[in-house]
């Protein structure tokens, strides 16, 4: 597996917008990644710093239905 093109590379403010952008519209995490050209991993660790949540916001937990 190669390195993403940043790799290593001090975040723009305007990456960590977009980051901030895509987690909001319940963007998966490592859509996210191949969008900003990072790992996984360094999307999580940035959205940590920056207090982002990359929990989608409109899905209920482990699709679980009600009982009636």
Known sequence: ????????????????QKLEELAKGNTPTRVIALKLHRTPS?????????????KPTNRSSYNRQKKS
């Open 42 to 54: 360094a999307v999580e660790s940035k959205a940590g710093e920056k207090n982002i949540s990359l």
């Open 1 to 16: 597996m190669t390195e993403p093109s940043k790799h290593g590379k001090k975040w723009t403010t305007g990456e960590v």
